[in-house]
């Protein structure tokens, strides 16, 4: 009989539709209670259906830089939009972001990041470590990094390294690689750079490139870095961009500690950003004239407050060039210590709101604030107050080399602008440094914190000069092969003892420790060849011959063999 309304009767599941369930998202996580994959079979089946997905992932996107652009636009989190990072930046074609944040162009690589994750779960709960799970979490490894998910990788590494690779050995390849991978993590991430090369000797990690960009982060060098960063791989290039925000920061602020002005070009060369994005992203406030990026504007200025002297010491502040050196010991050595207090411009500033007083010194003029000195100074606190004559605001001197008097200005200047000074810790490598602040240069400038009553500064000049001396001491020590440098050395040592006043309670000790350093620092066999480089420093090489003397003496009556030792700082 038939129905009502003419209809004929289903079959019995006619109304139902077959489930379509997409097979990375129907096995749940074995740590919610899922076991499938908790079968070694079924891991197995599981990683192909992922390299699949991942696969097809890739054909869709079709172009190189669309697939960029997808892995950079990926999620992980579904709960909010897909957006670009800030710590990268990708120099790609123009892209639209409203098809860009679109989920359905990256749920396929969510949904293989997902899966990985339950496949780790699955092969760490097994406890498996054959072929099968190094290739798998090799495969986590590089996708993670690729989408810059330090969340996988990881913690997928140190497992590969501690679990899976003591029982099943990588290659060498694949050993290096993953290591490379860890080392970079650490050092451009995580900022810890002491592991970093504790990691590396420790699984002796021979990578050309790691070591490059290691030793750019420890010099905070962006222009090495970006480099290093143009010729490695597209995994190590994704690592190393967590350090670019941190390293190109501090190349701005070296910009802004060095130039006035720069050009466009260079300036967006070296820092490898656009201008908008130095001024969005890295919150840049110079401004923008034409080509020209303005750093700091230099005010007019009535009088010439910076000398001849005071502009080669600005010149100080440029890189080095190398040049032979001469001689005789009375060149004017690039005092590297002093001129990085800015010395010269701290010199140049000059407002007309605040009292000034003119320093006349051989014929050089400098022209400094008044509560600079009063501040540091108990002499010019004094003579800058009636009835004396130097309260008229100009003070001669005749007997101050002017170069001298503006080392002593700048650290007064830097005292007061900026913060005391910390002294310079000893060098654990001084043969190595291509550049020293001569001795000489520090014994002067104490000398006139003596003279001015500038306690704190005089402090502070003396820890410098004890740390000299010993630098000093080492590099003779260490370089007796180098000619050059000894007798720069043995110039430098014979240059500083000279410039001492022994009268001076304080800098006849420094006398002491001079010539006691230099005799158990300077080779013998170098004494012999090339004391005729301190000849014309008489007091000097008397002294350094009662050293000797004194050493042979204690050494006939200890019956031993004279040598030299190594000492500590003074």
Not at 116 to 126: M, Q, S
Not at 136 to 146: G, T, V
Not at 335 to 362: F, G, K, N
């Amino acid at each position: 009989m038939p129905n009502r309304g003419g209809r004929n009767s289903s079959g019995p599941w006619g109304r139902l539709k077959p489930v379509e369930q997409d097979p990375l998202e129907s096995i749940g996580l074995p740590s919610k209670g899922d076991t499938r994959l908790l079968d070694l079979k079924t891991q197995e089946n599981y990683y192909t259906k992922i390299v699949e997905r991942y696969m097809t992932f890739c054909s869709d996107a079709g172009q190189r830089d669309e697939l960029l652009r997808r892995f950079s636009s990926l999620e992980i989190s579904s709960s909010k939009p897909a957006t670009t990072p800030t710590s990268s930046r990708p120099v790609l074609p123009t892209v639209d972001h409203e098809k860009l944040q679109n989920p359905a162009n990256t749920k396929a690589l969510s949904d293989v990041m997902a899966a990985l994750r339950k496949l780790r779960e699955g092969i760490v709960a097994t406890k498996r470590a054959d072929d099968f799970a190094a290739q798998a979490y090799l495969f986590c490894i590089r996708l993670s990094i690729l989408v810059k998910h330090p969340e996988s990788y990881h913690p997928a590494i140190l497992h590969l390294l501690r679990s899976i690779h003591p029982q099943q050995p990588l290659t060498s390849v694949e050993l290096q690689e993953v290591v490379g991978y860890l080392v970079l993590d650490t050092a451009c991430r995580r900022g810890e750079l002491a592991e970093a090369f504790a990691l590396r000797r420790r699984y002796e990690l021979k990578d050309s490139k790691v070591n490059a960009a290691l030793t750019a982060l420890t010099h905070d060098n962006y222009i090495v870095f970006q480099k290093v960063k143009r010729s490695v791989d597209g995994h190590r290039a994704k690592i190393m961009e967590w350090a670019e925000g941190d390293v190109r920061m501090h190349t701005l602020k070296c910009f802004g500690r060095t130039y006035l002005s720069v050009e466009l070009d260079f300036l967006e060369k070296t820092t490898g950003s656009k201008w908008l994005d130095l001024k969005q992203s890295d919150g840049v406030g110079w401004d923008l004239e034409g080509s020209k990026v303005v750093i700091r504007k230099v005010r007019a200025r009535k009088y010439h407050s910076i000398d001849s002297i005071s502009r080669r010491l600005l010149l100080a502040m440029a890189p080095a060039r190398k040049r032979p050196r001469a001689a005789q010991s009375d060149d004017k050595s690039t005092s590297v210590l002093l001129a990085d207090y800015r010395t010269a411009w701290l010199l140049a500033r000059h407002r007309s709101d605040e009292p000034s007083v003119e320093i006349i010194c051989q014929n050089e003029t400098f022209k400094v604030h008044t509560s600079v000195l009063k501040q540091h100074s108990e002499y010019f606190e004094t003579c800058l107050s009636k009835p004396f004559t130097e309260s008229d605001g100009v003070v001669r001197f005749d007997d101050i080399e002017p170069r001298y008097l503006a080392f002593y200005l700048g650290v007064a200047y830097s005292y007061s602008s900026i913060m005391p000074h910390t002294p310079p810790a000893p060098s654990m490598n001084p043969e190595a440094k291509a550049l020293r602040t001569p001795l000489r240069d520090y014994i002067e400038v104490y000398k006139l914190c003596d003279r001015f009553l500038s306690t704190q500064m005089g402090e502070f000049m003396l820890k410098c000069i004890k740390t000299s001396i010993g630098d000093g001491h080492r590099a003779l020590f260490r370089s007796f092969l180098d000619e050059e440098q000894q007798k720069a050395l043995m110039r430098d040592f014979a240059d500083g003892y000279e410039a001492l006043e022994h009268g001076h309670a304080l800098q006849k000790e420094l006398s002491e420790h001079i010539i006691e350093y230099f005799v158990e620092g300077i080779s013998y066999e170098a004494w012999d060849a090339y004391m005729e480089e301190v000849m014309h420093r008489p007091k000097f090489v008397a002294q350094i011959s009662k050293g000797f003397a004194r050493k042979l003496s204690e050494a006939m009556s200890a019956r031993s063999k004279m040598k030299r030792k190594e000492l500590g700082g003074p």
